[in-house]
């Protein structure tokens, strides 16, 4: 499975911005993670294969939505009211199981991350 993360960029706080994660192929439970500069890679949202289990960090519930369309193969992450402390580098990863997981080293697959600024 090959994953496409797009849609980040350049916003200010308080903004909203959508990325898509498009899989070449059947991408079970799948993830989103981040990494900013000088920081580990963290858990931000996860999904399983129906879109009926998610989870998600602490620091983006009730801000962040991830939900997915399996007949367009792309799983989405909607952050809405960003914050400077969301800005990195947001990579999706999917499982060859169907359950969720925070887990880093639970992902098989990996995508090539797109890069989100959120300016103050």
């Known amino acids: 499975v090959q994953l496409q993360a797009s849609g980040g960029g350049l916003v200010q706080v308080g903004d909203s911005l959508r990325l898509s994660c498009a899989a070449s192929?059947?991408?079970?439970?799948v993830g989103w993670f981040r990494q900013a500069p000088g920081k580990d890679r963290e858990f931000v949202a996860a999904?399983?294969?129906?879109?009926?289990?998610?989870t998600y960090a602490d620091s983006v519930k009730g801000r962040f939505t991830i939900s997915r369309d399996n007949n367009k193969n792309t799983v989405y992450l909607r952050m809405n009211s960003l914050k400077t402390e969301d800005t990195g580098v947001y990579y999706c990863?999917?499982?060859?199981?169907?359950?969720?997981?925070?887990?880093?080293?639970?992902?098989?697959?990996w995508g090539q991350g797109t890069q989100v600024t959120v300016s103050s």
């Open positions: 990863a999917a499982r060859r199981v169907t359950s969720i997981t925070s887990s880093i080293s639970r992902y098989n697959y």
């Open positions: 192929g059947r991408a079970y439970a």
């Open positions: 999904i399983n294969w129906t879109g009926h289990s998610t």
